[in-house]
């Protein structure tokens, strides 16, 4: 189905709503080409009052590349290429509470995701976005030389497995894994990245999974992992979505970094997400 497709820009550096497409239609190839190119453009896209019901959601990811199911989140759902994340009133912990892309200790991590907002709060529980090429266009010229082929070792360690697991599950709904059959998936991927479809270079590491450089202690990392992912958080760099029932969130997981607001108080707040499967970062 054709739909004519309108693309707001939300801030000066990143995100843009997309209005006159529903998205659980067949769209046309036409369509989903717009679609895409505004994600290119934006990092991350909103549509509004859409009515995704999980099969249509999977279909919609689906024109986008194959589904990536999820290694480490144990979600109310029983189809593996569905996570539910769900809050609860009294959760003190949530899932993406801190700066992140989705699990890049995967040797091919996802392309993209999709969010749908299922059950929202009247307020809180709103989610930021930061932009990655702005994050390595604004670093320094030497800075930019230093970090030319280094390599950032990336593990799912802090996140999930047994003892992450001990600190997080106790305050959190939506649990990961605990068990003892875990074993980390750790993988070294470029610190500056070359987006495959843009050709626009990145910055690529993120607090959830980036543990260090190659070839160095973490200890001896850690200042300048430091600097890199506070500098790539800056307001200027980002934007803050605000929920409604039926809305969603389209992020290239290539290019921007997510965060979760953990400011819901006394509600409930239930989200459906779909991920796209992708390539090798280069
Ligand atoms: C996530 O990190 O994917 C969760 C984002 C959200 O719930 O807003």
Same mark, same amino acid.
């Given at each position: 189905m054709?739909?004519?497709?309108?693309?707001?820009?939300?801030?000066?550096?990143?995100?843009?709503?997309?209005?006159g497409?529903?998205?659980?239609?067949?769209?046309?190839?036409?369509?989903i080409?717009?679609?895409?190119?505004?994600?290119?453009?934006?990092?991350?896209?909103?549509?509004?009052?859409?009515?995704?019901?999980?099969?249509?959601?999977k279909?919609?990811?689906?024109?986008?590349?194959?589904?990536?199911?999820h290694?480490?989140?144990?979600?109310?759902s029983?189809d593996?290429?569905?996570?539910?994340?769900?809050?609860?009133?009294?959760?003190?912990?949530?899932?993406?509470?801190?700066?992140?892309?989705?699990?890049?200790?995967?040797?091919?991590?996802?392309?993209?995701?999709?969010?749908?907002?299922?059950?929202?709060?009247?307020?809180?529980?709103?989610?930021?976005?930061?932009?990655?090429?702005?994050?390595?266009?604004t670093?320094?010229?030497?800075m930019?030389?230093?970090?030319e082929?280094?390599?950032?070792?990336?593990?799912?360690?802090?996140?999930?497995?047994?003892?992450?697991?001990?600190?997080?599950?106790?305050?959190?709904?939506?649990?990961?894994?605990?068990d003892?059959?875990?074993?980390?998936?750790?993988?070294?991927?470029?610190v500056?990245?070359?987006?495959?479809?843009?050709?626009?270079?990145?910055? %690529?590491?993120n =607090?959830?999974?980036? !543990?260090? *450089?190659? $070839?160095?202690?973490?200890?001896?990392?850690?200042?300048?992992? /430091?600097?890199?992912?506070?500098?790539?958080?800056?307001?200027?760099?980002?934007?803050? %979505?605000?929920? =409604?029932?039926?809305? !969603?969130? *389209?992020? $290239?997981?290539?290019?921007?970094?997510?965060?979760?607001?953990? /400011?819901a108080?006394?509600?409930?707040?239930?989200?459906?997400?779909?991920?796209?499967?992708?390539?090798?970062p280069?």
């Open positions: 054709r739909n004519s497709l309108e693309v707001r820009p939300l801030t000066g550096s990143i995100g843009a709503e997309i209005h497409v529903d998205i659980a239609d067949d769209l046309d190839d036409g369509t080409g717009a679609i895409r190119q505004a994600l290119l453009d934006h990092c991350v896209v909103f549509f509004r009052d859409q009515n995704l019901e999980p099969e249509r959601h279909a919609f990811a689906r024109r986008f590349g194959p589904i990536f199911v290694p480490f989140l144990r979600s109310k029983t593996p290429e569905i996570v539910e994340i769900t809050r609860e009133p009294g959760d003190t912990r949530i899932v993406g509470e801190d700066w992140h892309a989705d699990t890049t200790m995967m040797p091919e991590p996802p392309m993209g995701a999709i969010l749908y907002g299922v059950e929202v709060p009247p307020y809180g529980g709103d989610t930021l976005f930061a932009n990655q090429y702005l994050a390595y266009e670093l320094s010229d030497g930019k030389r230093m970090l082929g280094m390599r950032a070792l990336h593990s799912d360690r802090l996140v999930t497995g047994p003892a992450a697991a001990a600190k997080i599950n106790a305050g959190r709904s939506t649990k990961t894994r605990d003892s059959e875990w074993r980390e998936t750790i993988t070294a991927h470029p500056v990245r070359t987006h495959p479809e843009t050709g626009r270079k990145l910055l %690529f590491v =607090r959830s999974y980036t !543990v260090g *450089f190659e $070839d160095m202690t973490e200890a001896e990392s850690r200042p300048l992992l /430091d600097f890199l992912m506070e500098h790539g958080n800056q307001p200027e760099m980002t934007c803050r %979505f605000r929920w =409604r029932q039926g809305s !969603v969130a *389209f992020w $290239d997981n290539r290019a921007c970094k997510h965060l979760a607001i953990n /400011d108080g006394q509600y409930r707040r239930v989200m459906r997400r779909v991920q796209v499967a992708g390539d090798a280069r």
